[in-house]
T-cell receptor, first 113, second 114 residues
Framework: AQSVTQPDIHITVSEGASLELRCNYS??????LFWYVQSPGQGLQLLLK??????LVQGIKGFEAEFKRSQSSFNLRKPSVHWSDAAEYFC???????????FGTGTLLAVQP | DAGVIQSPRHEVTEMGQEVTLRCKPI?????LFWYRQTMMRGLELLIY????????DSGMPEDRFSAKMPNASFSTLKIQPSEPRDSAVYFC????????????FGQGTRLTVV
């Protein structure tokens, strides 16, 4: 069955520090992978996506993610976090004959001054 | 494009009342999704449509929930009768091929059933 695991429910980092949010997936075929961000009271905004090709993908707002097939992971990274990055981050998997997009439970990021 | 438009943004209703949530997808998108977000269960896919046809409604919690897509530019999610446990944020999203999984989300409808 398709599933996404985000093991960290809540993470706090200091402004300017680096960030890595973990995502592991279970999928029977080559997955399409996504990271979305949700600010309070808002919908989800796409940060980046992986469909094929280069396993290191760049997204908006200075985020990047690396697809590692051997580890079934798609971790999100940012070298220097800004206070405005405080939000909830969702990893998602989809692909194949279905358009279904399955989300992880999210990681809530807090940024300390 | 204005993006995915949902209405209303907020809805407060009494238990037992009928609730209808509305969604206008991005023009040209042929897939539409309804999600429910709660603290306990996170983001759940309720139902999705391709070319106005329901493809998978396995996430619809029970018969009180129904969804329609009468045309390519409009969809509704109806709850009748509503219950307090239906309180959640309901999101509509749309996408188009070839990247059919890249969903664009609306702002959501926050439903409170008292």
């Amino acid at each position: 069955a398709q599933s996404v695991t985000q093991p960290d429910i809540h993470i706090t980092v200091s402004e300017g520090a680096s960030l890595e949010l973990r995502c592991n997936y279970s999928y029977g075929a080559t997955p399409y992978l996504f990271w979305y961000v949700q600010s309070p009271g808002q919908g989800l905004q796409l940060l980046l996506k992986y469909f094929s090709g280069d396993t290191l993908v760049q997204g908006i707002k200075g985020f990047e993610a690396e697809f590692k097939r051997s580890q079934s992971s798609f971790n999100l990274r940012k070298p220097s976090v800004h206070w405005s990055d405080a939000a909830e981050y969702f990893c998602a998997v989809g692909g194949g004959a279905t358009n279904k997009l399955i989300f992880g439970t999210g990681t809530l990021l807090a940024v300390q001054p | 494009d204005a993006g995915v438009i949902q209405s209303p943004r907020h809805e407060v209703t009494e238990m037992g009342q009928e609730v209808t949530l509305r969604c206008k997808p991005i023009s040209g998108h042929n897939s539409l999704f309804w999600y429910r977000q709660t603290m306990m269960r996170g983001l759940e896919l309720l139902i999705y449509f391709n070319n106005n046809v329901p493809i998978d409604d396995s996430g619809m919690p029970e018969d009180r929930f129904s969804a329609k897509m009468p045309n390519a530019s409009f969809s509704t999610l109806k709850i009748q009768p509503s219950e307090p446990r239906d309180s959640a944020v309901y999101f509509c999203a749309s996408s188009s091929p070839p990247f059919a999984n890249e969903a664009f989300f609306g702002q959501g409808t926050r439903l409170t059933v008292v």
